[in-house]
């Protein structure tokens, strides 16, 4: 059974760093793009940023670029997203989801993890 | 940035009903659509791939249509869990994004 639990969210300061995690299993990890999306309370859907399978590619949404890095451990079936430069706009439900296919190029999102809470706030 | 609009954001509906709802790209995206469904407090569930392809274990209810810059998704008769909220995605570019959601609630 696939399985994505994520783990590391909480309070931090505006400004603060959080690292989230990812434990993927049930699945082949490294054959697949993996990706971030995050709900705002009570908002829709934002896609924050993928992964390729062997970390050689990464894309994030413009306005967690050069603040968030996404990476992955293959040997730990592990993803993370490092957040730094928090700011009260990023308070979301994260969510760690995995590609449908196994593809070379990015494709829709099949499983999702519960998702873990960030608030931003002083 | 490629934008996607829901139409429309809010929909009343019953039992029974036929259900449409539209999305919109701000350029043509081929057949690169998906469709989620969201209820409160879960996770979103993958219906549609490919702007028509039905999801294993998906409803033979849900269907999805369009190509270029519209698309649509019909649920053919309105269930009592279907009442969600409903999200397209892109995945045209490399920069994915979700339209703001549509959701449908019991008139």
């Known amino acids: 059974e696939v399985q994505l639990v994520e783990s590391g969210g909480g309070l931090v300061q505006p400004g603060g760093s959080l690292r989230l995690s990812c434990a993927a299993s049930?699945?082949?990890?490294?054959?697949?793009?993996m990706s971030w999306v995050r709900q705002a309370p009570g908002k829709g859907l934002e896609w924050v940023a993928n992964?390729?399978?062997?970390?050689?590619?990464?894309y994030y949404v413009d306005s967690v670029k050069g603040r968030f890095t996404i990476s992955r451990d293959n040997a730990k079936n592990s993803l993370y997203l490092q957040m730094n430069s928090l700011r009260a706009e990023d308070t979301a439900v994260y969510y760690c989801a995995r590609d449908r296919e196994q593809q070379l190029v990015p494709q829709e999102l099949d499983y999702w993890g519960q998702g873990t809470l960030v608030t931003v706030s002083s | 940035d490629i934008q996607l609009t829901q139409s429309p954001s809010f929909l009343s509906a019953s039992v029974g009903d036929r259900v449409t709802i539209t999305c919109r790209a701000s350029q043509g995206i081929s057949s690169y659509l998906a469709w989620y469904q969201q209820k409160p407090g879960k996770a979103p569930k993958l219906l549609i791939y490919a702007a028509s392809t039905l999801q294993s274990g998906v409803p033979s209810r849900f269907s999805g249509s369009g190509s270029g810059t519209e698309f649509t998704l019909t649920i053919s008769s309105l269930q009592p869990e279907d009442f969600a909220t409903y999200y397209c995605?892109?995945?045209?570019?490399?920069?994915?994004?979700f339209g703001q959601g549509t959701k449908v609630e019991i008139k």
């Open positions: 049930g699945f082949t990890f490294s054959s697949y793009w």
């Open positions: 995605q892109q995945l045209n570019s490399y920069l994915q994004t």
């Open positions: 992964i390729k399978q062997d970390g050689s590619e990464k």
